[in-house]
């Protein structure tokens, strides 16, 4: 249908009065219609027809020549307009009901579903009702109605039974019932309709909000035409083409992401139809074990009722069966009884067995406490045995000749003797092997003869305080991590990190702190690992020279062909790239190297080395001038004459410069210093607190060797024994009871005065030196001209 608007308000009016008069005709005109579907549209179209003619709904309008009839005929046509300007944006809905209209309309079974407004059956045959049927379905819509009003159908049937049969005076039960019987089949055919047509609303719903997604598509569109055409630029519709171009792009993409999900569906859809296939198999397997079941049953029951049929047999195997269930029951009692006795019997042995074996359990503790303890003595007549070795190897020039080979003979058997071997004969509780869990070597490998009785000693210690303390100390403090289940900032968990993370909580801690204390940025170590890529570094030839020489006494750095060793220079690279203002600086590789061992990731060891870089230490101390470490180094020595005052005199007289030892702690965090437990322990601490820590272990090293430095009255050999003495020093929780206990208080407000006091003073001096280079090179520079006069002259006189 074909939609037009008038030409004036007159002209409308006139039209709808015309269209409702037609309607009323119409509805005058039909006055019988057929059963099931007249009464359901008929009355209501009545009472408004009524309605209509008491309101007088539109008042008689003047006939608009102009639009209507033969003037309206004479004049020319309007001219006709685009495709969407046929279209009324202002009735949306009436547009929609066109639009259904024409639908439905093409539709030829339209009429033979039961339609409502199908009136062609009720013209044709209306001869063929008479008053009766008339009367049944008027009771039969009265039903209807009542069901859709409140439901109650059986008591308005009744009242319609009753009225028909008062009605005809009771002519006959019968008939009556047959009435009622045609009566009920008529009202479940118009429920039959009544369904099948809301189903068909619920299509037309349906139809009609795709419709009306089609007329907002359809306005938009129109919109857009007329954005187009009433463009007054080019440059405007070019604007307009793009903005359709991106939308059919926004449309591609969304129909390639329904195209993806439609295959994920089909892949879920595939899935389901196994797993459906699955149910059916296991329902067939569970009919036929309920087949089976019946089959058991009926043979049961075909056995129960021949024994019935015959009540004699019946009763002598019921008797039977009886006295053998009796007989049965007690030789069940006499076995309940056993049982019970012998279930005494053995809950008295088993509470026996237990407490023998609680026994046994603690034994066995205080044997492996006592062999551990005896073990780590042991060890320590060893390392005593192995140092007196040592003392005599160094006085062996004033020994006899005798005295000398015998000590070398005992060296030389004490070199010889493995422990690895020893434990395997013997029993062993906590043997040391030959790496830890980080790869770091148990037993230095020192390539000098004479130190390598000290490794020997160094292995001994390390076992007789990991059996010492692995009972008293280490088993209460990983009870104590275990306990720990989320991370936050507290006096407590300062506390337990001083006191050493365990090895299965060291990498989730120190994730912990880098997370915490280093904002990471999304997706920039994979950038910088771009950026190195496409361009190189000047660092990078200095960064592959450090590569070979970090953490030799490590195997995942000791080779080459180790598979950190490629990590380590993706890091070291793009830290180049992150902080251009260091660049790479000796030291880094290192502290990148046991980022790398305990976090395992690149990306989380970039960021530790981040954040001990950029958070932890100051300003400038990886820089070119390394000032800063230069400050730090004067700061410790302030602080080592303040604790450890008898240290620091006995230095002073034998003109000790400790910096040269110490300035290389500080600078890479005791790396290769330290054994590889208590350096973990230094840097579990260090993450969490910073550079303040340092200081205190640097101290404790001291304090902790104080006695046997002071023994030594030669500079070269106090030099030779600060070269290796923290490799001596064993005993972690000694080390950090002395950092963390004998030397408080130790305020961070003290270090940062004394590092901006130090660092002007360092400052000052360098001025100083730049100043006298200046005048040394504005002096050389005048002395020149006449150093080459006298060259001249010289070469005259020679001439």
Same mark, same amino acid.
């Given at each position: @249908?074909m939609?037009?608007?008038?030409?004036?308000k007159?002209?409308?009016?006139?039209?709808?009065?015309q269209?409702q @008069?037609? /309607?009323?005709? *119409?509805?005058?005109t039909? #006055?019988?219609?057929?059963?099931?579907?007249s009464?359901?549209?008929?009355?209501?179209?009545a %009472?408004?027809?009524?309605?209509?003619?008491?309101?007088?709904?539109l008042?008689p309008v003047?006939?608009?020549?102009?639009?209507?009839?033969?003037?309206?005929?004479?004049?020319?046509?309007p001219?006709?307009?685009t495709?969407l300007?046929?279209i009324?944006?202002?009735?949306?809905?009436?547009?929609?009901?066109?639009?259904?209209?024409?639908?439905?309309?093409?539709k030829?079974?339209w009429?033979?579903?039961?339609?409502?407004?199908?009136?062609?059956?009720?013209q044709?045959?209306?001869e063929?009702?008479?008053?009766?049927?008339?009367?049944?379905v008027?009771?039969?819509?009265a039903?209807k109605?009542?069901?859709?009003?409140?439901?109650?159908?059986?008591?308005?049937?009744?009242?319609v039974r009753?009225?028909?049969?008062?009605s005809?005076?009771?002519p006959?039960?019968?008939?009556?019932?047959?009435?009622?019987?045609?009566? @009920?089949?008529?009202?479940?055919?118009?429920?039959?309709?009544?369904?099948?047509?809301?189903?068909?609303?619920?299509s037309?719903?349906?139809?009609?909000?795709?419709?009306?997604?089609?007329?907002?598509?359809?306005?938009?569109?129109?919109?857009v035409? #007329?954005?187009?055409?009433?463009?007054a630029?080019?440059k405007?519709?070019?604007?307009?083409?793009?903005?359709?171009?991106?939308?059919i792009?926004?449309?591609?993409n969304?129909?390639?992401?329904?195209e993806?999900?439609k295959?994920?569906l089909?892949?879920?859809?595939?899935?389901?139809?196994?797993?459906?296939?699955e149910l059916?198999? =296991?329902?067939?397997?569970?009919?036929?074990?309920?087949?089976?079941?019946e089959?058991?049953v009926?043979?049961?029951?075909?056995?129960?009722?021949?024994?019935?049929?015959d009540?004699?047999?019946?009763?002598?195997?019921?008797?039977?069966?009886l006295y053998?269930?009796?007989?049965e029951?007690? =030789?069940?009692?006499?076995?309940?009884g056993?049982?019970?006795?012998?279930?005494?019997?053995l809950n008295?042995?088993?509470h026996q067995v237990?407490?023998?074996?609680?026994?046994?359990a603690e +034994?066995?503790k205080?044997?492996?406490?006592?062999?551990?303890?005896?073990?780590a003595?042991?060890?320590?007549m060893?390392?005593?045995?192995?140092?007196?070795?040592?003392?005599l190897q160094?006085?062996?020039p004033?020994?006899?000749?005798?005295?000398?080979?015998?000590?070398r003979?005992?060296?030389?058997?004490?070199?010889?003797?493995?422990?690895?071997?020893e434990?395997?004969?013997?029993?062993?509780?906590?043997?040391?092997?030959e790496?830890d !869990?980080?790869?770091?070597?148990?037993?230095?490998?020192y390539?000098?003869?004479?130190w390598?009785?000290?490794a020997?000693?160094?292995?001994l210690?390390?076992?007789?305080?990991?059996?010492?303390?692995?009972?008293?100390?280490?088993?209460?403090?990983?009870? /104590?991590w275990?306990?720990?289940v989320?991370?936050n900032?507290?006096?407590?968990?300062?506390?337990?990190?001083?006191?050493?993370?365990?090895a299965?909580?060291?990498?989730?801690?120190?994730?912990w702190i880098?997370?915490?204390?280093?904002?990471?940025l999304?997706h920039?170590?994979?950038?910088?690992?771009?950026?190195s890529?496409?361009t190189e570094?000047?660092?990078?030839?200095?960064?592959?020279?450090?590569?070979?020489?970090? &953490?030799?006494? +490590?195997?995942?750095?000791s080779?080459?062909?180790?598979?950190?060793i490629?990590?380590?220079?993706?890091?070291l690279l793009?830290?180049?790239?992150?902080?251009?203002?260091?660049?790479?600086?000796?030291?880094l590789?290192?502290? $990148? $190297?046991?980022?790398l061992?305990?976090?395992?990731?690149?990306?989380t060891? *970039?960021?530790?080395?981040?954040?001990?870089?950029?958070?932890?230490?100051p300003?400038?101390y990886?820089? %070119?001038?390394?000032?800063?470490?230069?400050?730090?180094q004067?700061?410790?020595?302030? *602080?080592?004459?303040?604790?450890v005052?008898?240290?620091?005199?006995?230095?002073?007289?034998?003109q000790?410069?400790?910096s040269?030892?110490?300035?290389?702690?500080?600078?890479?965090?005791?790396? %290769?210093?330290?054994?590889?437990?208590?350096?973990?322990?230094?840097?579990?601490?260090f993450?969490?607190e910073?550079?303040?820590?340092i200081?205190?272990?640097?101290?404790?090293?001291?304090?902790?060797?104080?006695?046997?430095?002071? /023994?030594?009255?030669d500079?070269?050999?106090?030099?030779?024994?600060?070269?290796?003495?923290? /490799?001596?020093?064993?005993?972690?929780r000694?080390?950090?009871?002395?950092?963390? +206990?004998?030397?408080?208080?130790?305020?961070?407000k003290?270090?940062?005065?004394?590092?901006?006091a =130090?660092?002007e003073e360092?400052?000052?001096?360098?001025?100083?030196?730049?100043?006298i280079?200046?005048?040394y090179?504005?002096?050389?520079?005048e002395? @020149?001209?006449q150093? &080459?006069?006298?060259?001249?002259s010289?070469?005259?006189? !020679?001439?």
């Amino acid at each position: @249908m074909m939609k037009t608007n008038a030409i004036s308000k007159q002209a409308m009016v006139y039209w709808l009065q015309q269209l409702q @008069m037609r /309607r009323w005709e *119409f509805c005058n005109t039909q #006055s019988r219609f057929p059963v099931g579907q007249s009464q359901l549209v008929n009355e209501p179209l009545a %009472d408004k027809t009524k309605i209509a003619d008491s309101e007088d709904f539109l008042p008689p309008v003047k006939t608009p020549t102009e639009s209507v009839g033969l003037k309206a005929a004479s004049l020319p046509a309007p001219q006709t307009s685009t495709a969407l300007h046929n279209i009324s944006l202002k009735h949306p809905w009436t547009e929609i009901q066109n639009t259904v209209y024409s639908i439905c309309g093409s539709k030829q079974l339209w009429g033979n579903n039961g339609n409502i407004f199908n009136f062609s059956e009720l013209q044709e045959h209306p001869e063929n009702l008479d008053e009766e049927q008339e009367a049944e379905v008027e009771a039969a819509c009265a039903v209807k109605e009542s069901i859709s009003e409140d439901g109650r159908m059986e008591s308005r049937l009744n009242w319609v039974r009753k009225a028909k049969w008062i009605s005809s005076g009771l002519p006959g039960l019968p008939e009556e019932l047959s009435r009622e019987r045609n009566s @009920m089949d008529k009202v479940s055919v118009l429920q039959q309709q009544i369904l099948t047509l809301t189903e068909e609303v619920k299509s037309q719903k349906e139809l009609v909000k795709l419709l009306h997604k089609a007329l907002e598509a359809a306005q938009q569109e129109k919109g857009v035409s #007329s954005m187009y055409l009433t463009a007054a630029e080019d440059k405007d519709r070019l604007e307009l083409v793009r903005h359709k171009v991106r939308q059919i792009e926004d449309l591609t993409n969304r129909l390639e992401a329904l195209e993806q999900e439609k295959k994920e569906l089909e892949q879920i859809l595939t899935l389901r139809d196994s797993h459906i296939q699955e149910l059916k198999e =296991h329902v067939q397997l569970l009919m036929e074990k309920s087949h089976a079941k019946e089959e058991v049953v009926m043979a049961l029951t075909e056995q129960m009722a021949r024994g019935l049929s015959d009540p004699l047999q019946a009763n002598t195997i019921a008797a039977e069966t009886l006295y053998k269930q009796q007989e049965e029951i007690e =030789h069940l009692k006499d076995d309940i009884g056993a049982y019970k006795t012998q279930n005494q019997f053995l809950n008295s042995e088993i509470h026996q067995v237990t407490r023998l074996w609680t026994r046994a359990a603690e +034994n066995e503790k205080a044997l492996l406490m006592k062999c551990a303890c005896l073990q780590a003595q042991n060890c320590q007549m060893e390392s005593k045995y192995l140092t007196v070795l040592r003392k005599l190897q160094e006085a062996v020039p004033g020994l006899p000749s005798s005295h000398s080979e015998l000590v070398r003979n005992l060296i030389q058997q004490a070199l010889q003797w493995d422990v690895k071997e020893e434990t395997e004969e013997s029993f062993n509780v906590n043997p040391v092997s030959e790496y830890d !869990e980080y790869g770091f070597m148990t037993v230095p490998d020192y390539e000098v003869e004479d130190w390598k009785l000290l490794a020997k000693i160094q292995a001994l210690e390390i076992k007789s305080n990991n059996l010492r303390s692995h009972e008293v100390v280490e088993k209460p403090l990983r009870d /104590r991590w275990n306990s720990v289940v989320e991370l936050n900032p507290s006096a407590e968990l300062k506390s337990l990190i001083r006191s050493g993370i365990p090895a299965e909580h060291r990498q989730r801690v120190w994730r912990w702190i880098v997370s915490w204390r280093c904002g990471h940025l999304p997706h920039h170590y994979q950038q910088l690992l771009q950026q190195s890529k496409a361009t190189e570094h000047p660092a990078c030839r200095q960064i592959e020279l450090d590569l070979p020489r970090t &953490l030799t006494n +490590n195997k995942h750095f000791s080779s080459p062909t180790s598979q950190l060793i490629p990590k380590l220079r993706r890091v070291l690279l793009a830290f180049s790239w992150h902080n251009p203002a260091i660049g790479y600086c000796q030291g880094l590789n290192r502290l $990148a $190297a046991v980022a790398l061992l305990v976090l395992e990731e690149e990306e989380t060891a *970039f960021w530790c080395l981040v954040h001990i870089v950029e958070n932890l230490m100051p300003a400038d101390y990886y820089s %070119d001038t390394l000032i800063t470490s230069q400050v730090d180094q004067r700061v410790f020595k302030d *602080f080592l004459s303040e604790k450890v005052p008898h240290l620091t005199a006995h230095f002073q007289q034998y003109q000790i410069d400790v910096s040269l030892i110490t300035f290389n702690w500080f600078l890479v965090a005791f790396v %290769d210093s330290l054994v590889s437990d208590i350096l973990l322990r230094v840097w579990d601490a260090f993450l969490y607190e910073g550079s303040k820590v340092i200081f205190r272990y640097a101290l404790a090293i001291f304090k902790y060797n104080e006695e046997e430095i002071l /023994r030594i009255h030669d500079s070269v050999e106090i030099y030779q024994y600060l070269r290796f003495f923290t /490799r001596m020093i064993t005993d972690g929780r000694k080390l950090m009871n002395i950092a963390f +206990n004998d030397l408080n208080p130790f305020p961070m407000k003290a270090l940062r005065n004394r590092r901006s006091a =130090h660092r002007e003073e360092l400052e000052a001096e360098l001025c100083q030196l730049e100043q006298i280079k200046a005048a040394y090179v504005k002096e050389r520079a005048e002395q @020149m001209p006449q150093d &080459l006069k006298e060259v001249v002259s010289e070469e005259e006189e !020679e001439i």
